[in-house]
């Protein structure tokens, strides 16, 4: 399907998806993972998993991982002194930001600007408070 038709159709979407995911568990694999639009439109998984008996992964945690090994990178190449450095994180209450900056908090970065729509604001501060 194209991102129209999975827009236009999002039952269907999920019912394909299903079938994928048992025909995937019938052939031995233990986890699917959803990507692009399949993420969004079964709310990361939740709207499957109670379908199926395989794991579901939805890709946020891979990308929050890549996302601040890029940033530890451009650190280390443009020979920045990480404590004098602040860095924002755009979406900070959503999947990828939260787990982006509990990442970057745990490897020493202190200055962190968390950044999200005011319907997050909750989301923003608990995220501070960890």
Same mark, same amino acid.
């Given at each position: ?10 039952? *269907?979407?999920? @019912? ?9 568990? @019938? ?6 993972? *959803?990507?692009a639009l399949t993420t969004s439109l079964t709310k990361g998984g939740i709207e499957i998993k109670d379908k ?25 190449? *443009?020979?920045?002194d990480s404590a004098k450095i602040l860095i924002a994180i755009v979406g900070a209450g959503g999947n990828v930001?939260?787990?982006?900056? @509990? ?19 909750? @989301? ?7």
């Amino acid at each position: 399907m194209i991102a129209n038709q999975m827009i236009e159709n999002r039952s *269907l979407v999920i @019912k394909r998806i299903v079938q994928a995911a048992k025909l995937a568990e @019938k052939t031995g694999a233990k986890i699917i993972g *959803l990507g692009a639009l399949t993420t969004s439109l079964t709310k990361g998984g939740i709207e499957i998993k109670d379908k199926i008996n395989i794991n579901v992964t939805s890709g946020y945690t891979y990308t929050s991982i890549i996302v601040t090994e890029h940033v530890f990178k451009a650190i280390d190449k *443009l020979n920045i002194d990480s404590a004098k450095i602040l860095i924002a994180i755009v979406g900070a209450g959503g999947n990828v930001g939260s787990s982006s900056a @509990k990442i970057l908090a745990e490897r020493g970065m202190n200055n962190l600007l968390l950044i999200d729509l005011l319907h997050r604001k909750d @989301k923003i501060n608990n995220l501070s408070n960890e």
